[in-house]
């Protein structure tokens, strides 16, 4: 109910019908009490006075779909509306009771009507917008959602679920201005800031996410998405204490928490294990994993946790028992690669960026130097480089952006694949995008600074594009040995959408694909590349280092060698691995895990 809120007691004083407004008190204080019995003899009892009541069939309605009973809460809400069709509060709660019962285009056909009587009555828009939202139609529901502001332009709950129609479409700016106003215009309400705090840590803006999720459990201690939140930022500030303290705080409130669980355990060290409370968590999750009617996702998110812990302790057998259980279980909510639109996503990225096709557009996009986009497969090797890169004081690492395949995608037409992005682009579009993607890049980043690295991996995809916007920027190409990166990728919680890191013969091939795409850059690619070897950065740090300082064009600075003191926020799986001095520990790691996952050898013997 909360989604669709109350609108029985905001019509203007006047129109109440004579009784009901004692009624609603009398109704609103057995509910606090959580007498709901008494909420239903209430309406009855005054049925059974006046048998056209409007105000107690409206309420009886919302009470039967409350306990599931469709019947007779559609009943009772259609008789209001039959008893007063032009009282827009009737048709609103019928709208209400639709969706209570999960009909969205019943309840959206309902609050049309009730802005049809009274196009003033801004619950009617919200609960329109909100029915639209869940229905898809999102051009439908940012006009419902407009409408209700410009009625009430204090409303927090229409911002907040306007700001997530937006983040929807890719406009964070407008979703931040929008979860910004929702925390202003309702100060106790927690969900404003802690989604405002989730989009500002998107955005790399840690710290004052941190400040958010703190005032969101100020104001509602048991507000779990708070906590959660909270959890994931201190992980990307290198407080790993305190970040599990944050996840033990959901557990305690919600034992079932699977991704809670999963990042707690991933925590846990040997030391912990004399903690009766961690050891009985550990020991919950041990068993969720297994637990054969446990959810197949709350099963892979427990599941990457605890391969995690076990391959930290280098209890290599059970990591990479509890690693293949956690991947079936996302293999089969997620399904399988398509290997086919693989290979035909990366034939038509070759056939499209050939020949002559950067010649003839030489004077595309702007001249602009500062984009470094650091490339390759996950685990590779960009996190480290990004970190010692910003360690420099000329050069700021802006973390994994989506900027950039957002843009190439916002160029499209429906029915046109993303890799056909740049053949559509003129020279006043792309300089349109690529003026977009750096306000996005320099975000949070020094003026002063010459370089801002982009460290979004899969950009390998777009740098055809990318050098149609940006003719002067530079790209780093992360290369590490194919079994380790693999092993790496697949002991992972990524994006369910990344069907590939689940199954190694699926890596092996997604590698031979982007391997294919990566020796067309060298030929074709008229931006300056870097090839960086992961092992021979760990081998001799200061070399390589150098080497990727003198690529950028600037004067070496020593800071790059301590880049693990670095006090920035790293929002990737490697957050603690670039916390630590150099090592090479990492390097031919897939030997220890050999016997235990033989399909490993297989997929990648070629």
């Known amino acids: 109910m909360s989604e669709f809120p109350d609108t029985s007691a905001q019509m203007p004083a006047g129109e109440v019908p004579v009784g009901s407004s004692a009624l609603f008190d009398e109704l609103n204080s057995a509910l606090e009490e959580g007498d709901v019995p008494e909420a239903f003899r209430l309406c009855e009892a005054c049925l059974e006075r006046s048998s056209d009541d409007t105000d107690a069939y409206r309420h009886l309605g919302l009470f039967h779909a409350a306990s599931g009973a469709r019947g007779p809460a559609l009943k009772a809400a259609m008789r209001a509306c039959e008893l007063a069709p032009e009282d827009v509060r009737s048709w609103s709660d019928l709208g209400r009771v639709y969706a209570m019962l999960g ?102 803006r840690v710290k004052r996410a941190e400040s958010l999720f703190r005032q969101s459990l100020a104001m509602d201690p048991d507000h779990v998405e708070g906590w959660v939140g909270l959890g994931s930022v201190l992980e990307d500030i290198g407080e790993r204490e305190v970040a599990r303290g944050a996840y033990l705080n959901v557990l305690r409130r919600r034992p079932d928490h699977a991704h809670a669980l999963g990042k707690y355990v991933a925590l846990l060290d040997e030391s912990d294990m004399s903690d009766e409370e961690a050891a009985a968590w550990l020991a919950r999750t041990e068993q969720a994993v ?49 290997r086919e639109k ?89 300089r349109k995008l690529a003026g977009a993607y750096l306000r996005a890049l320099r975000g949070g980043a020094p003026r002063t600074v010459l370089r801002i690295c982009d460290k979004q991996p899969l950009n390998f995809f777009q740098l055809g594009f990318a ?57 074709h690619l008229p931006l300056k590349v870097l090839d960086l070897q992961y092992e021979d950065v760990v081998v001799d740090l200061e070399t390589q280092a150098r080497r990727l300082v003198s690529f950028l064009g600037t004067e070496w600075d020593p800071a790059c060698l301590n880049f693990h003191k670095s006090k920035r926020a790293v929002q990737t799986p490697s957050r603690w691995q670039v916390r630590q001095p150099i090592y090479t520990r990492a390097v031919a790691r897939w030997k220890a895990y050999v016997k235990h996952l033989p399909d490993l050898q297989r997929a990648f013997a070629k």
């Open 342 to 430: 693989l290979v035909t996503r990366v034939d038509n990225i070759v056939s499209t960026y050939s020949g002559d096709f950067f010649r003839e557009r030489m004077s595309y996009g702007v001249g602009n130097e500062q984009p470094v986009f650091i490339v390759g497969l996950p685990r590779s090797g960009t996190t480290l480089t990004e970190q010692i890169l910003s360690s420099h004081p000329r050069f700021h690492g802006a973390g994994e952006l989506s900027d950039l395949s957002r843009l190439a995608a916002s160029v499209l037409n429906d029915d046109d694949p993303v890799w056909r992005a740049a053949a559509m682009l003129d020279e006043a579009t792309s």
């Open 103 to 204: 009909d969205m285009e019943g309840a959206a056909h309902c609050f049309s009507e009730a802005v049809e009587i009274d196009a003033r009555y801004a619950d009617a828009w919200h609960n329109l917008g909100t029915a639209c939202k869940q229905l898809g139609k999102c051009d439908a529901a940012f006009r419902a959602f407009k409408n209700a502001l410009l009625i009430d332009p204090k409303r927090a709950d229409t911002y907040l679920n306007l700001a997530t129609l937006l983040v929807q479409a890719g406009q964070f700016e407008d979703a931040v201005v929008a979860l910004e106003r929702a925390a202003k215009h309702d100060e106790t309400m927690p969900h404003a800031r802690s989604r405002l705090a989730q989009r500002l840590s998107e955005k790399g």
């Open 290 to 338: 297994r637990h054969k009617n446990a959810p197949d996702e709350t099963k892979a998110l427990i599941g990457y946790g605890l391969c995690m812990f076990h391959h930290r302790r280098e209890d290599h057998a059970a990591a990479a028992e509890a690693g293949a259980l956690a991947n079936a279980a996302r293999r089969n909510s997620a399904g399988p690669m398509d």
């Open 467 to 523: 050098a149609l916007l940006f003719p002067n920027a530079r790209v780093i190409h992360c290369r590490r040995d194919p079994r380790d990166t693999a092993l790496s990728i697949w002991m992972q919680n990524f994006n369910p959408d990344q069907r590939w890191s689940t199954n190694f013969d699926d890596l092996a091939f997604y590698r031979a694909q982007y391997e294919r795409l990566m020796a067309h850059w060298h030929e």
